[in-house]
């Protein structure tokens, strides 16, 4: 027998009390409700997990997904999420069977996230189904780095690094710092980190000095940017904004 409900599980009077009755038939503790799940999608924003139904940000998308099975008594729950793009729900790029798992979305693009359970109890299988799929869409990239920095230890501009509000869906990323005679002085990976105007702990000079980054968006560009950058330490910034 195969009975199924589709969004939030609603067992109709009858199906309740085949329920109830199977349970007890087999030994099971089972309430009035039913098997039913509370799948939830957690994303990791600034290192913090929070909960969405929907989501909407820069690339890589940290996510951890759960079905939250309930009331399963003698039924085993077998689970299949789905991961599909807009109009591709037949196809998913990704199907999961197990109850939670980890995935992290590095595409730019809206995806979608569906859940079907199917608790079984020899012939008995009641079908659960989300009413409304998660939903997942990662920002095209962007990259923009500055023209110059002050590394004066006043706090503010102290460090070369991309702009703090300058960059989104970035999934790799690599940065490299030159004198003018080509003498590679620094290099970075994290995308929040940078030079600061050293070289083998010590300060180097005020000028010119000349800027590679190797990056690829979520999208697909890729970022080769060689540009020339100004350290100037005598440059202080005050709450006017006038230096």
Do not use: C
């Amino acid at each position: 027998m195969v009975r199924k409900s589709i969004g939030w599980r609603t067992l109709t009077f009858a199906a309740i009390a085949l329920f109830i009755f199977t349970a007890a038939s087999k030994g099971g503790v089972m309430n009035d409700e039913g098997p039913t799940a509370y799948p939830k999608m957690v994303i990791d924003t600034a290192g913090v997990g929070q909960e969405y139904s929907q989501y909407s940000g820069s690339a890589p998308v940290v996510t951890h997904f759960t079905a939250n099975a309930e009331n399963a008594g003698p039924y085993t729950p077998l689970y299949e999420w789905h991961i599909y793009k807009p109009g591709e729900e037949s196809s998913p790029y990704l199907v999961r069977y197990e109850a939670d798992f980890d995935y992290t979305f590095t595409e730019t693009g809206k995806s979608y996230v569906s859940l079907q359970i199917s608790f079984v109890n020899g012939n008995d299988t009641i079908a659960y189904e989300m009413a409304e799929p998660f939903t997942v869409e990662a920002w095209s990239s962007v990259l923009a780095v500055p023209n110059a920095f002050s590394p004066n230890g006043d706090g503010t501009n102290d460090v070369f690094r991309v702009k703090r509000d300058g960059y989104q869906s970035i999934i790799s990323f690599h940065g490299y710092i030159f004198n003018r005679h080509g003498k590679k002085l620094f290099e970075w990976t994290d995308i929040t980190d940078g030079w600061d105007g050293t070289s083998g702990g010590h300060p180097v000079a005020d000028g010119v000095y000349y800027v590679r980054i190797d990056a690829r968006g979520a999208d697909g560009k890729h970022y080769n940017i060689k540009k020339a950058i100004n350290l100037l330490r005598g440059y202080t910034y005050n709450s006017a904004g006038e230096n």
